[in-house]
């Protein structure tokens, strides 16, 4: 079965810090580089994060020098270290692998619930 759960996110104040956890089916998560990716209202779903079986890891723009991802192999879960955060990183967070795992029976790429992080003033 797939499996990706996300939870850990919530309501914060700019300048707070969040760490967002994954968990992923160990066929996905132990084959798989994996990302977290967000979408907020009105915009694209975009990759923020990314992590290779090897431990490479890759930001964007936006978010490089204030998020971290990491994975703890055992467990099968991907951590998303989100501080100094900023009104723009409200969305819906999503893990996934990178690129995306595709789902034949459905014929379109997986997602899971996803968890909000709103950053209000």
């Known amino acids: 079965q797939v499996q990706l759960v996300e939870s850990g996110g919530g309501l914060v104040q700019p300048g707070d810090s969040l760490r967002l956890s994954c968990l992923a089916s160990?066929?996905?998560?132990?084959?798989?580089?994996m990302g977290w990716y967000r979408q907020a209202p009105g915009q694209q779903r975009s990759l923020v994060a990314s992590i290779t079986r090897g431990g490479t890891t890759n930001y964007a723009d936006a978010v490089k020098g204030r998020f971290t991802i990491s994975r703890d192999s055992a467990k099968n879960t991907v951590y998303l270290q989100m501080n100094s955060l900023k009104l723009e990183d409200t969305a819906v967070y999503y893990c996934?692998?990178?690129?995306?795992?595709?789902?034949?029976?459905?014929?379109?790429?997986?997602w899971g619930q996803g968890t909000q992080v709103t950053v209000s003033s």
């Open positions: 160990g066929s996905i998560f132990s084959t798989r580089a």
């Open positions: 996934n692998a990178d690129p995306p795992f595709f789902d034949r029976a459905r014929m379109q790429p997986y």
